[in-house]
Structure formats: structure tokens, C-alpha cells
């Protein structure tokens, strides 16, 4: 994103001929908290490195939108599955394997998206397809399949699928939190760059993660 900043900050894109661009962002420019059906209006408020850069790219691309130099649109996500996801699956079905208890109930829900509709949904505004924003907003939206899933459905299903016991207990989120949070701090540990359990990780599946998509319908 960075990288991106600095291309787009020196005009390469109009430079070249570009007309229309579509940034894939993510739903973590809002903070790691928790979101119930938020929609686009909701807040940035990036808290960490990777989040922050992302917001930062999304306004370079906003600027450039406003200015009409540009047909700029911003496209937000949380969770993307599908054939060669090598992140959201996976780390579910192990997490299903190896933690035999809840956080907080398992009650959270999650924005999930498969794949090949985030690619529709995608060349929609990269086509001109998609329509122009309403008279006031920007051109920002969520992509999500729009249904509610909770992350107990999630992990039942999986247990389901590969006759894993599912879990029996439910620990609050600060008690599993907490100690990962101090290792973090101890060791200088960055939560979103660790490839496994990380305290960032624990909340995203511990708190709501649900966004409406009622703009990009």
C-alpha cells in the first residue's frame, strides 16, 4: 500500500492513461473493535500499521475521485474464502482442530465472502457496470455475502465436516487475550504480521465483524 501511495502520488496512474481504478481495501480501516451491520458511514479509524496504510491509499484514491481527475471506488472487505485461500478457512479448520472452547460463546458474528462474488463484484466497477454513488457519498462500499454467520456456525460446520468434537467451553475474550497481548509486548511482536495466533486474530473472531452491504446491492 505504501508503494501504492508513492505510484499514485506522482500521477503514474493518470500519467498512463488510466480512467477508472478500483482499490481493494479492507473493513480494518475502522479499528479492530466491534461492528454490528456497520455501513460505510462508520468511522476510520485505523489501529494498526497494515490498517493505517490502507486508509491512507483509500484517501489518495478519494482525492483523486473528487477532483474528477479520476474515476475512482474504494472496495472493503473482512473475510475472503474460496479456492487458495491459504488464510480464512485455513486457520478456522485448525482452530476448530486444536482449541476445544468457545470465546465469548462463539456468538460473534462475521462478514464472510466467497471468492468468485468478490470477483464479480470487483469487475462490475472496474467494467463501469455498478452505477454511480448517491448524490453525497463516496464512492466506498462493502462487500460481504449480506448473510449473517455467526462464528459457532462457522466452526460447527467444520467440526461437522471432518468429525472433530466440537467445543464444549466457553472462556471469556480477555482470558485468552490478555497473555497474548503480554508475549506480544515482551517480544515486540507486530499481532497482525505473526502468521498464527496473535491477540488481533482472537478479536476478530471474538468481537463482531458484521457490514452491511446494502450500498453495493
Known sequence: AVQFAHLFAD?????????????????????????????????VRPDTPFSASKAAAEEIVMEHARSDRLDGTVL??????????????????????????????????????YAPDFARVVGRFATGDSGEPAAGEEPVYHVTSGEEVTYRRVITTICDAFDYSAPKLSLPLWLVQTPLVIRERLRGIDPEAVSGVSSLRVKMIALDNQFSNRRVL
Do not use: K, N, Q
Request: hydrophobic share 40%; net charge positive.
Open 76 to 113: 472493503r472487505h473482512r473475510f475472503v474464502y474460496g479456492a487458495g485461500d491459504l488464510a480464512v478457512v485455513p486457520r478456522m479448520i485448525r482452530a476448530a482442530r486444536h482449541y476445544p472452547f468457545w470465546i465469548s460463546g462463539g456468538r460473534a458474528r462475521l462478514s464472510l465472502v
Open 11 to 43: 500521477d503514474a496512474a493518470i500519467d498512463a492513461g488510466v480512467e477508472r481504478f478500483v482499490y481493494v481495501s479492507t473493513v480494518g480501516v475502522y479499528g479492530h473493535g466491534a461492528h454490528r451491520d456497520a455501513d460505510e458511514t462508520t468511522p
